[in-house]
């Protein structure tokens, strides 16, 4: 089970018995004593959830009212430093795609700040709500049903919505990046989404900090090959880069100064 997995159901174990102790929590996830301490200790650091003596409590600010803020407070920083590498690829007056997750977030922020001029479509609701600040800048929404935990809309209506159009770019967030099994992720109600996104568009971004390579998640997004570049962070190590470069991927990494 991937660590953001693990964080999620967590929280919503906690939020549905209130407290238990770090044994329950274990065997819950199915993993040892000592890996449930350690997520939990995490989670408390970041105000998630309250450590206590032999477990945990459910937080009574439930900040995870929403899904999609317990994967915000993973690799922020990381995320914030990837999407500069936008500046390397999109132009104003185009037209690009956002789908749902936290990466694509920090991205919507990045082109509201350095952009006077896009169309954007995008099932991410977070997302709009920084994007629509900008004057100059052409929302599309597509429609489908509401999906709390992430803020996005899902559906096959979006996906037959997002068919319609044709994008400069698709810049997609997903959970995970192998050799093997090329783009996965966990989000089954997104997977479609990004899929349609990458046959509406002439090229695609993935952005993804470096803790997302060499892992598997349960559903089949994509083969490298439909990838145009893989923006992350300098945390991805050199051999790493390496071998997705081998196998004919571009890998981008931020310069120091962002664009």
Known sequence: MLREERFLKITDYLKKVRTAKFSEIAQ??????????????????????RLTRGGAVWNQDDITKQVSKVRNIINREEKRQLVRSLGSFVMDGQAVALNG????????RFLAHNYRRLTVLTNNLTALSLLKEKPGFTLIVPGGRYFEPENTVTGKQVERDIA??????????????????????FRMEECGIIKAMISASRRTLVVAD??????????????????????TDGGLDSETAFLYRQAGADIVKPSPEGK
């Open 210 to 231: 470096h803790t997302k390579f060499q892992r598997v998640a349960c559903m089949n997004v994509c083969p490298l090959e439909d990838v145009s570049a893989f923006l």
């Open 28 to 49: 819950y996830l199915g993993v040892s004593e000592a890996t449930a301490r350690k997520d939990i200790a995490f989670l408390d650091s970041k105000g998630a959830v």
């Open 164 to 185: 319609r159009y044709n994008m400069d770019f698709a810049i997609v967030a997903v959970n995970s990046i192998s050799l093997e099994k090329g783009i996965t992720d």
């Open 101 to 108: 997750g936290t990466t694509t977030v920090e991205a919507a």
